[in-house]
């Protein structure tokens, strides 16, 4: 008996299914589709309310607040390493970087290049914990360390060139 009426439920709910899939329900953009995209033109044209910025324009905007707050690009030259490795957490003038409340990169501006080779050292070695650096440093060496060091401590006088 038990059977029988859970067979005839079953042929009852398929039955249902194919009836509202032919007669095309709200998910299939039948007829209820169609009056809720009614209701959204009408309501668009007969309330004039102020625009608002397109999902374009509010990305154009974070994207500059972004490159304001990396550096200016063209403002004095680095590496195209330090570029592709450093330049996405600690800006491309060394200022440090912060997305929201999260600090994505220290600022590196103004550190002498022997901090920084050690702080480089640190990293490689496992002595300081972060996994993105022990990723980007793990197959450089000593001298690829020592040079990234160099560069980064001649951002200031970088810098103070670029004024004078």
Not at 10 to 15: A, D, E, H, K, S
Not at 34 to 62: C, F, H, M, N, W
Not at 64 to 75: F, Q, T, V
Not at 89 to 118: E, N, T
Request: charged content about 30%.
């Amino acid at each position: 008996m038990k059977n029988i009426i859970v067979g005839i439920l079953t042929l009852i709910i398929f039955g249902l299914m194919g009836w509202v899939a032919m007669n095309g329900g709200a998910y299939n953009g039948g007829e209820h589709g169609k009056v809720i995209a009614d209701l959204g033109d009408r309501s668009a044209s007969s309330v004039a309310t102020p625009q608002e910025k397109s999902d374009r324009e509010k990305e154009d905007e974070e994207l500059s607040a972004l490159r304001e707050k990396a550096g200016n690009i063209g403002g004095f030259k680095v590496s195209d390493e330090y570029k592709s490795k450093c330049a996405s957490c600690h800006g491309v003038d060394g200022s440090g970087m912060q997305y929201g409340k999260k600090l994505m990169g220290p600022k590196l501006f103004g550190q002498s290049a022997d901090a920084i080779y050690k702080k480089l050292e640190d990293f490689k070695s496992g002595r300081k914990e972060n996994m993105v650096m022990k990723g980007l440093l793990i197959h450089m060496t000593k001298d690829d360390l020592r040079r990234f060091a160099d560069e980064i401590g001649e951002f200031p006088a970088r810098a103070e060139a670029l004024k004078n």
